[in-house]
């Protein structure tokens, strides 16, 4: 084992040849496969789970609303994969919703929008936009990225992962 004082210094000792592998935050090392290595596909990066630190989103603290807004979007986008809730069919769900949690959220019953200060039909609206929270995903860092990442531990607790969504009442 060789040690470094740097990350740059550990990725440029990489790159050159001067160690046969290292470990490090999925995405980073995507994003050097995919960006810094000539052959890519000569370069694998392996599932194994070497730390559980979690990552999370950090925001300034006494803006309570802006927090409850940010933890709510992260709920919807996973709400909306588990339920199967796509950029493409958001519209049929809202025009027939399978289920009350689907009613909810994409405000067809109203009430959720209006406790956080914004209109019923936001998650909806933002799931239009951009997806779910696996499409989000697979465009950003996965399958239909340069960086074609596995999720793994980033998948739904149904999918071997441990993100889960609340229940919507």
Do not use: K
């Amino acid at each position: 084992m060789v040690s470094y004082e740097s990350a740059s210094e550990l990725r440029s000792a990489y790159l050159a040849n001067r160690c046969d592998a290292f470990a490090g935050w999925g995405p980073n090392l995507a994003v050097l496969r995919a960006t810094e290595i000539e052959d890519p596909d000569a370069h694998v990066i392996l599932s194994d789970q070497l730390s559980s630190e979690p990552i999370s989103a950090a925001m300034r603290q006494g803006d309570e609303g802006f927090v409850d807004t940010v933890n709510w979007m992260l709920s919807a986008l996973l709400i909306a994969e588990e339920e199967g809730i796509t950029s493409a069919n958001v519209e049929e769900m809202v025009a027939n919703p399978p289920n009350p949690r689907v009613a909810r959220l994409l405000g067809v019953e109203p009430g959720i929008g209006e406790r956080l200060g914004m209109r019923d039909t936001w998650a909806r609206e933002m799931i239009a936009a951009v997806g779910n929270f696996a499409e989000i995903y697979d465009r950003n860092l996965g399958a239909e990225s340069p960086y074609n990442l596995d999720r793994g531990l980033n998948n739904l607790w149904s999918h071997g992962g441990v993100l889960y969504a609340p229940i919507l009442d």
